[in-house]
């Protein structure tokens, strides 16, 4: 019989694990969080920048009424050692409550942020600025370009028009 601490989970992505899903899953939805906004103001040096060249990577920052779409994916617990790994640069886990789209039912999962408090935080801006670093910056997992790209095709898919994407996609272009 399963313990109470290996109950599946509802993990909720936002960014990278909308459209990199390298882990094991029961089921998977189009959700929503409200409360919350992408940003690319977390610097990334171990995968889409170096050390001397940090990229930029979304996190999420509090911004009351946003809602930001994404998928919940609902996963044992081992997965959230993978993914702690994966993501070691600074994210934490934080409990949330999720919007599940297809039956608008509500469940408590986990999602990954990276706030101010973590060494590898750049914070704001300008959306230019931003671009710039962007264009310039490659690291281990591939080009912070083709991670842009990738999540701004994601979110189109998943009709989330979130506006500080598309604009720097449409800088990159
Ligand atoms: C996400 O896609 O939800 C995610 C983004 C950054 C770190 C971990 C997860």
């Known amino acids: 019989m399963r313990s109470p601490q290996a109950k599946p989970t509802w993990l909720f992505g936002y960014g990278s694990l909308i459209y990199k899903v390298d882990f094991p899953y029961l089921r998977s939805e189009q959700a929503s969080i409200s409360g919350w906004q992408r940003r690319f103001w977390q610097g990334s ?7 001397e060249q940090p990229g930029r ?8 009424k946003v809602v930001c779409k994404g998928v919940a994916y609902l996963v044992e617990n081992d997965v959230f050692h ?9 994210y ?3 409990e949330i409550d999720i919007k599940l789209s297809k ?17 590898a935080y750049l914070g704001a801006a300008s959306t230019r600025d931003i671009a710039t670093q962007i264009a310039r910056s490659h690291g281990p ?18 009709d989330d028009l979130d506006p500080h994407v598309f604009e720097l996609e449409s800088l990159l272009r």
């Not at 990577?57 to 009351?64: G, N």
């Not at 993978?82 to 993501?87: A, I, Q, V």
């Open 92 to 94: 934490q886990r934080f």
């Open 45 to 51: 040096h171990d995968h889409r920048g170096t050390p």
């Open 82 to 90: 993978h993914l702690d790994h994966r993501e070691k640069n600074g």
């Open 141 to 158: 997992s591939g080009s912070n370009r083709d991670y842009l790209l990738q999540l701004a095709e994601a979110l189109r898919d998943l």
């Open 57 to 64: 990577v979304v996190t999420l920052v509090p911004a009351a």
């Open 103 to 119: 039956e608008q039912q509500r469940v408590s999962g986990i999602l990954y942020v990276a706030d101010k408090h973590n060494t």
